[in-house]
Structure formats: C-alpha cells, structure tokens
C-alpha cells in the first residue's frame, strides 16, 4: 500500500459529520488541518513513525491514527495534538494522509476540491507549531520519538 497526503479546499463546518463520511469512504484515511502541516513529507514521517513505534510496542496511543496525529503535532498528550493538527468546524483547509486510492475516492464521494498548495509550508504554519524552521518540525518528531 503506497502511503501518500494531499491537500484540499473545503469548508468543513461540521468536523464530526465529515470525519464519519471520511471513514466510510476508507477508515484508513485520516484528517488534518492544511493549516497546520509542513509538506507531505510531514505527515508521511509521522505515520512512519507511528507504524515504527506500534511495531516496537512503545506507542503511546491506543490506536495508529492517535499516536500518528501526535506525532504529527509533536506532542504526547492526544487533546494538545488534537488541538494542533486535528480538524474542527472552523478548518477551511484540510490534508489527507492514507492510501493513493483512498484519498482519490475522497475527492470525488466527498466533492473535495484538491489544492496541493495546502500543504506548502509558511510561516503561520511554522507559528502555529511553535517552530521557527521547516525542518524543526522532524526535530519535534525525533524528540516525541526518544520520548515516547
């Protein structure tokens, strides 16, 4: 299964409502907040990491999307990575990490409206995550790693 993540417009308004249909058109998918993302290289390596960390028996997180959306954020405790990266009623722009073919049948049964721009790093996203460069964001996944 070739992972991947794209990025896309969409008014979400009612976050839950969407997170359920997510799930019905692939519970492998998962969502965040565009805002929040440094590239696609940033979501793949958190859910590496979250595999990794399963695997080894040292994940945090019950479940592989928690312990992937923390890693994501950089934090240990699921309500602050949820609040980082994680998708509200107010998310105008949204990433999503799963399967290649997951994420096409997303765009067409969700009429998402596909804009990779999304994930394009800048310096409101670097604020929000509370770095100060692109690659700091791998540093805070390193250290939630050694952590544990």
């Known amino acids: 299964m070739g992972i991947d993540a794209a990025g ?10 969407f997170l359920q249909d997510l799930r019905k ?8 907040d565009a805002d929040a993302v440094i590239g696609k290289l940033h979501l793949i390596s958190a859910w590496e990491r979250a595999q990794r960390a ?12 928690l312990e992937t959306l923390c890693y994501a954020a950089g934090e240990r405790q699921i ?5 980082l990266v994680g998708v509200n009623d107010s998310t105008k722009r949204i990433a999503l990490l799963g399967p290649a073919e997951a994420i096409k049948r997303a765009e067409k ?5 596909r804009d990779d721009s999304a994930l394009e790093p800048s310096a409101e996203k670097l604020k929000r995550l509370g770095i100060e ?16």
């Open 25 to 32: 058109v692939s519970p492998e998918l998962q969502a965040f």
């Open 54 to 65: 399963f695997k080894e028996g040292r994940a945090s997180c019950s479940r592989i999307e």
């Open 133 to 148: 460069s692109e690659d700091m964001v791998f540093e805070l996944m390193s250290m939630r790693e050694v952590d544990g």
């Open 79 to 83: 309500s602050v990575a949820i609040g």
């Open 8 to 17: 896309f417009r969409h008014d979400l308004r009612d976050s839950e409502r």
């Open 109 to 113: 049964e969700l009429s998402l409206q």
